[in-house]
């Protein structure tokens, strides 16, 4: 299995802060990686695909790069409804696989 | 508008079946390049990818529960199935259905259903 590392599991950060989540696979995923937030009884919602798409509707203050083993995304100036918990995942191997989440508080 | 919402049992007993069913408009399963995939969240851990089926009816799984799911479509209704075999109260979780829309590089999941919390217990 491609193990999905991110980092960091947790932080704090305030409204209008730069955030920036890595996750690392054990092996290349190519850019067969996107992005998701998750609020606690929602639906997951997607960011980012092919590790550095936006998705449609997503704001632009979220970007992405990276390809291979290693991935960012950054949040340029968080906002108070960007409180939530992020996972990078890979479709490149089966199973498909996501990272532990990183959970942004305040 | 795109919209995923999954049904079934909030509790099951140990052994017994679990059989989940994904309802989905606003898009058709015999477009190509689209799947239905289901992917769990025990309480307090990460999520896991369970398995997908693909608008020609190609079906992917995880090996780790290849032998206990089955994933079947019933693309008149918007329909998907999700029937897992002999639950165990490691199977407790939220299960969500989520569309799987392909890109130029793989596949991701672009709409989820909100989740069904399913507690395995006696």
């Known amino acids: 299995d491609i193990q999905m590392t991110q980092s960091p599991s947790s932080l704090s950060a305030s409204a209008g802060d730069r955030v920036t989540i890595t996750c ?4 290349t995923v190519s850019k067969y990686l996107s992005w998701y937030q998750h ?4 639906a997951p919602k997607a960011l980012i695909y092919a590790a550095s798409s936006l998705q449609s509707g997503v704001p632009s203050r979220f970007s992405a790069s990276g390809s291979g083993t290693d991935f960012t995304l950054t949040i340029s100036s968080l906002q108070p409804e ?6 990078c995942h890979q479709t490149y191997n089966n199973p498909w696989t996501f ?3 990183t959970k942004v508080e305040i | 508008q795109i919209t995923l919402k999954e049904s079934g049992p909030t509790q099951v007993k140990p052994s017994q079946t679990l059989t989940l069913t994904c309802t989905f408009s606003g898009f058709s399963l015999t477009t190509t390049g689209v799947g239905v995939g289901w992917i769990r969240q025990p ?12 608008w020609d009816d190609d079906k992917r799984f995880s090996p780790y529960l290849k032998t206990r799911l089955t994933i079947t479509k019933d693309t008149s209704k ?3 199935v999700l029937t897992l075999t002999s639950m165990d109260p490691a199977d407790t979780a939220t299960y969500h259905c989520a569309r799987a829309l392909r890109s130029a590089e793989g596949y991701f999941f672009d709409y989820w259903g909100q989740g069904t919390l399913v507690t395995v217990s006696s």
Request: hydrophobic letters at 30%.
């Open chain 1, 24 to 27: 690392r696979a054990s092996q």
């Open chain 1, 39 to 42: 609020k606690p009884g929602t």
């Open chain 1, 82 to 87: 960007d409180f939530a918990t992020y996972y």
């Open chain 1, 99 to 101: 990272g532990q989440g």
């Open chain 2, 43 to 54: 309480p307090g851990k990460t999520l896991e990818w369970l398995g997908l089926i693909y």
């Open chain 2, 78 to 80: 918007n329909q998907v």
